[in-house]
């Protein structure tokens, strides 16, 4: 799926209202009422987000990704553009039944984009922020390889 190919038509098709969001050629659709939010969480984030993100900045994956950026009606945690891959940290509000169906709905909106999810425990973050950032440079690689 190529971005320009993301149509507020092709959204609609798949089960996602369009209303409000900013497409364009080179970017995913976004919902611009969340730019304040989303610079919010990246300068008050989780811990376990400012861990990761030591890691995942400049480009130390071979990668490059954004923290907290706007995809449709949501703000994913880490993106990388390249791989086509959203990177959430999943902490103890994830773990409810209400919760798991939210995410659910939010990865399938996701998949409609084309976009790939890979999700952390927020636990293992804090306790091996350099372990889980070394499993995700292999899932990196693998993801690299289907390209």
């Not at 611009?32 to 990761?52: C, I, T, V």
């Not at 480009?59 to 990388?80: E, H, P, W």
């Amino acid at each position: 799926m190529d971005i320009k190919d993301i149509t507020p038509e092709y959204l609609y098709e798949n089960g996602i209202n369009p209303e409000g969001m900013v497409f364009g050629p080179n970017f995913y659709p976004y919902n611009p009422k969340l730019k304040q939010f989303s610079r919010d969480l990246r300068n008050h984030g989780q811990m376990s987000e400012a861990l990761l993100w030591k890691c995942l900045k400049s480009k130390k994956t071979g990668y490059a990704f954004s923290r907290q950026k706007m995809i449709l009606n949501y703000i994913v945690d880490f993106f990388c553009k390249e791989l086509r891959l959203v990177v959430e940290i999943d902490g103890s509000s994830h773990f409810s039944a209400e919760a798991q169906a939210k995410d659910r709905e939010r990865d399938r909106q996701m998949q409609v984009l084309g976009l790939r999810i890979i999700r952390v425990k927020d636990r293992d973050v804090r306790d091996d922020p350099n372990g889980v950032a070394s499993w995700l440079m292999e899932q990196f690689k693998e993801l690299d390889k289907e390209e």
